[in-house]
Each structure stands twice: as structure tokens, then as C-alpha cells.
């Protein structure tokens, strides 16, 4: 159930359309309270690499390699319905939110890192039994690593946005 100043939502809205409103409610809110000088910067959901089903179904994240494009894909597309697809489809929401509207910029973690089914932390724990002792972690990931170049590219979208005020 979704609400609306104090007042639930009739008729209910679904995930994606309760998602959309959420994020057209967040959007409408910062325009109207931060200055449209000020950069805002907006990053994607990055993805999980669940295999096998999700956290609470057995899912495993064991991939000791990079995926590749095909393995993207059929790992990543909603048309495929695969346990990882919500991610694109969250990503396409924002995206959609964010249509339009000035001062905003997106930062993608999210394209790049569909790769990088190597580096989440629960296979580099140091025990081959980490994942048994503390269970799959699929969706966090592994400093230094991957972070780091997000933080990177945050950083260039800053010094880019100070260098064309100047």
C-alpha cells in the first residue's frame, strides 16, 4: 500500500508505479527546495549477481570470472525474467524520473558493473567455506575494488560541473 500525504493510494498501485511515483514525489521535492545552480547527482541501482535464485532461496554468487556480454544479457534483461533483471528495470524508472528535468546527472555504476560478477565479498573472505559460515553476499561489494572507480567517476562529474562554472 502506498500513501499520499497521509492518505492511502485507491487503487493500489503496483511495485514499478508505486516506484515511479515514489521517485516523481523525491524528484519534485528537490526542485523545489535546492537551487537549480546546484549539481545533483543521481546514481543507479548497481546490480546483484545472484545465481540460482535469490538471497533466500539458495541463490549463490560464486563467480570467480568476469561475465561477458551474452552472460550480461541473459543474466540482466527483463526479458529474460532472470533473478537480477530488476535492476535494469529500477534503472529504466529513474532514468524515466529524471527524463526531462534540469541540473540532474546520472551516474551510471550500473552498466559496468553488470561485468563484475567477480566482485562481491563473500569469495574473497579468505575460507572456501565463507559462504557457508556467513552466507552469499551478492549485492555488496569488495573494497578496494569496484567502489573505487564509481568514486572516481563521481569525482570527475564534480571537477567537470566546478571547471564549467568557472
Given at each position: 500500500?502506498?500513501?499520499?500525504?497521509?492518505?492511502?493510494?485507491?487503487?493500489?498501485?503496483?511495485?514499478?508505479?508505486?516506484?515511479?511515483?515514489?521517485?516523481?514525489?523525491?524528484?519534485?521535492?528537490?526542485?523545489?527546495?535546492?537551487?537549480?545552480?546546484?549539481?545533483?547527482?543521481?546514481?543507479?541501482?548497481?546490480?546483484?549477481?545472484?545465481?540460482?535464485?535469490?538471497?533466500?532461496?539458495?541463490g549463490?554468487?560464486?563467480s570467480?570470472?568476469l561475465?561477458?556480454?551474452t552472460?550480461v544479457?541473459?543474466?540482466?534483461?527483463?526479458?529474460?525474467?532472470?533473478?537480477?533483471?530488476e535492476?535494469?528495470?529500477?534503472?529504466?524508472?529513474?532514468?524515466?524520473?529524471?527524463?526531462g528535468?534540469?541540473?540532474?546527472?546520472?551516474?551510471?555504476?550500473?552498466?559496468?558493473?553488470?561485468?563484475?560478477a567477480?566482485?562481491?565479498?563473500?569469495?574473497?573472505?579468505?575460507?572456501?567455506?565463507?559462504?557457508?559460515?556467513?552466507?552469499?553476499?551478492?549485492?555488496?561489494?569488495?573494497?578496494?575494488?569496484?567502489?573505487d572507480?564509481?568514486?572516481?567517476m563521481?569525482?570527475?562529474?564534480?571537477?567537470?560541473?566546478?571547471?564549467?562554472?568557472?
Amino acid at each position: 500500500m502506498f500513501y499520499k500525504q497521509g492518505r492511502p493510494l485507491w487503487p493500489p498501485l503496483s511495485i514499478r508505479e508505486g516506484l515511479a511515483a515514489v521517485l516523481k514525489s523525491m524528484l519534485d521535492f528537490i526542485d523545489d527546495r535546492v537551487p537549480a545552480k546546484v549539481l545533483k547527482v543521481w546514481r543507479l541501482q548497481s546490480p546483484r549477481h545472484f545465481q540460482g535464485g535469490e538471497w533466500n532461496q539458495n541463490g549463490s554468487c560464486s563467480s570467480s570470472m568476469l561475465l561477458n556480454e551474452t552472460q550480461v544479457e541473459e543474466w540482466f534483461d527483463p526479458a529474460n525474467g532472470g533473478v537480477n533483471s530488476e535492476e535494469r528495470e529500477v534503472n529504466h524508472l529513474i532514468r524515466s524520473a529524471l527524463s526531462g528535468r534540469q541540473n540532474y546527472v546520472v551516474l551510471d555504476v550500473a552498466t559496468m558493473s553488470e561485468f563484475r560478477a567477480d566482485a562481491h565479498p563473500s569469495l574473497w573472505l579468505g575460507r572456501k567455506d565463507a559462504h557457508l559460515v556467513w552466507g552469499q553476499d551478492c549485492l555488496h561489494w569488495c573494497l578496494p575494488g569496484l567502489p573505487d572507480v564509481w568514486v572516481d567517476m563521481l569525482s570527475a562529474i564534480v571537477l567537470g560541473h566546478i571547471e564549467a562554472a568557472q
